[in-house]
């Protein structure tokens, strides 16, 4: 089974510049998440969508960031303007459904830079 | 509010012997502890998940403890090899609702030959 695929792996990009992440979750899983991992720290969930449908993006900054995910399948996680606190690793992950036995399954991640 | 925690940054052991990570909770809610492990410039991937109603599960090399009226986790790792040589993360989820997978620091084990 292919894993979940995101691209690109990394990016360097000048402060106030937009910048947009792109994911494929593993075919047939209902819901994806994106998380943020900032260097010695914890992934922190961004956004989880159900299908096409958001479930939770109360840690999202709404001001800058944004994502959809069309047809409930691909997603697309957008930032604009960037800052320098934004520069961390966008981890996108996929679940067969909400239920605990399955795990979350992560992808590589996109490094940011914001210089 | 970290709501998940891992005191210690790094762990360093030698081949052969026990690793145990450890991992602090503050939110009794929580119904699902889990492990994962990640390699540089890699996803996270799953290792070993507990639930809140039990104290124990094994697999293999791996063995979670789970200590509710301390709230507090472990992870075992006998015998200890290079090859685990990784960044080691708890978390926590609580099932009803946006089941939000919540995350501690992570601990960086270095396995030693």
């Known amino acids: 089974e292919a894993g979940v695929a995101q691209s690109p792996r990394y990016k360097i990009i000048e402060k106030r510049q937009s910048v947009a992440f792109w994911c494929n979750p593993i075919?047939?899983?209902?819901?994806l998440y994106w998380y943020q991992q900032i260097l010695g720290q914890g992934p922190k969930l961004l956004i989880q969508?159900?299908?096409?449908?958001?479930?939770?993006d109360s840690q999202l900054p709404k001001d800058r960031f944004s994502a959809e995910r069309l047809k409930g399948v691909d997603s697309t996680l957008k930032i604009q303007p960037a800052k320098l606190e934004d520069s961390a690793v966008y981890l996108c992950?996929?679940?067969?459904?909400?239920?605990?036995?399955?795990?979350?399954?992560f992808g590589s991640g996109t490094r940011l830079t914001v210089v | 509010d970290q709501q998940v925690k891992q005191n210690s940054p790094s762990l360093s052991v030698q081949e052969g012997r026990i690793s145990i990570l450890n991992c602090d909770y503050t939110?009794?809610?929580?119904?699902?502890f889990l492990w994962y492990k990640k390699y540089p410039a890699e996803g996270p991937t799953f290792l070993i998940s507990?639930?809140?109603?039990?104290d124990k599960n094994e697999d293999g090399r791996f063995t979670v403890f789970l200590n509710k009226s301390a709230k507090h986790l472990s992870l075992h790792i006998v015998p200890s090899q290079p090859g685990d040589s990784a960044v080691y993360f708890c978390?926590?989820?609580?099932?009803?609702?946006?089941?939000?997978?919540?995350f501690g620091q992570g601990t960086r084990l270095t396995i030693n030959p």
């Open positions: 992950a996929s679940s067969l459904d909400r239920g605990m036995n399955y795990g979350y399954t």
């Open positions: 075919s047939g899983h209902a819901t």
């Open positions: 969508f159900q299908n096409n449908g958001v479930v939770d």
């Open positions: 939110n009794s809610m929580f119904d699902y």
């Open positions: 507990i639930s809140s109603i039990k």
């Open positions: 978390a926590a989820i609580i099932i009803q609702g946006a089941q939000k997978l919540v």
